[in-house]
């Protein structure tokens, strides 16, 4: 069975600062996908970035970048110049190619501070 | 687009009722998948569905059991209520399954089980 492992249950960076997320994930399959969540408080779970699992390019959405390393089962997220509105928990997930089940791990408390 | 709606959003129940709760996907979506998140256990995948057919199933008791009507909407079903039924029930929708598309999710149903 798939694993995702969140290791830092909190965070905390500075506003306008640049700080990583980690995650790592267990898995035998080669045809996979991975994905960053973000859950503000009391707020819809919203999907910050993704990636390939046969694409070696790292994905970036504008502040958010990922570096993938698949060897290593390796799936951190980088936000730069954090805002405010950043704040929130971050879910990293996996999921099959062949499945519509999500994997999450359990969670990375983010706190911006001003 | 009107985006996934669950309904109710709050409900309190007591031990050995039961409970229905549905969701509405997006105009267009056919995948509908449901999630349990508590604070102990974080998210875990209940099942999904496409095309009115169950396509995978969690690891829950057979106490949990849903349906997916012609028109897309899903309902879950919790018989039997235990304490530990109590979590915020997410659904999430998307437009074909396993596609690279990302799973939207609604903002979720809290149930309580006094």
């Known amino acids: 069975a798939q694993t995702v492992t969140q290791s830092q249950p909190e965070m905390s960076v500075q506003e306008a600062e640049t700080v990583t997320l980690s995650c790592t994930y267990d898995?035998?399959?080669?045809?996979?996908?991975l994905f960053w969540y973000k859950q503000p408080p009391s707020r819809q779970m919203i999907l910050v970035i993704r990636q390939e699992a046969y694409k070696q390019q790292n994905a970036t959405e504008n502040r958010f970048s990922v570096n993938f390393q698949k060897a290593a089962k390796s799936f951190s997220l980088k936000i730069s110049d954090s805002q405010l509105g950043d704040a929130a928990m971050y879910f990293c997930?996996?999921?099959?190619?062949?499945?519509?089940?999500?994997?999450f791990g359990k969670g990375t408390k983010l706190t911006v501070n001003p | 687009k009107a985006g996934v709606t669950q309904t109710p959003r709050y409900l309190i129940k007591t031990r050995g009722q039961q409970v229905t709760l549905s969701c509405s996907p997006i105009?267009?979506?056919?995948?509908v998948s449901w999630y349990q998140q508590t604070p102990g256990q974080g998210l875990q995948f209940l099942f999904e569905y496409f095309s009115e057919t169950q396509r995978n199933k969690g690891n829950f008791p057979g106490r949990f059991s849903g349906r997916q009507f012609s028109n897309s909407r899903s309902e879950m079903n919790v018989s039997t209520l235990e304490l530990g039924d109590s979590a915020l029930y997410l659904c999430?929708?998307?437009?074909?399954?396993?596609?690279?598309?990302?799973?939207?999710f609604g903002p979720g149903t809290r149930l309580t089980v006094l």
């Open positions: 898995t035998s399959e080669s045809d996979y996908y």
């Open positions: 997930a996996y999921r099959s190619a062949s499945s519509e089940k999500l994997v």
């Open positions: 105009s267009g979506h056919r995948s």
């Open positions: 999430a929708s998307k437009p074909q399954e396993n596609s690279y598309n990302e799973q939207f």
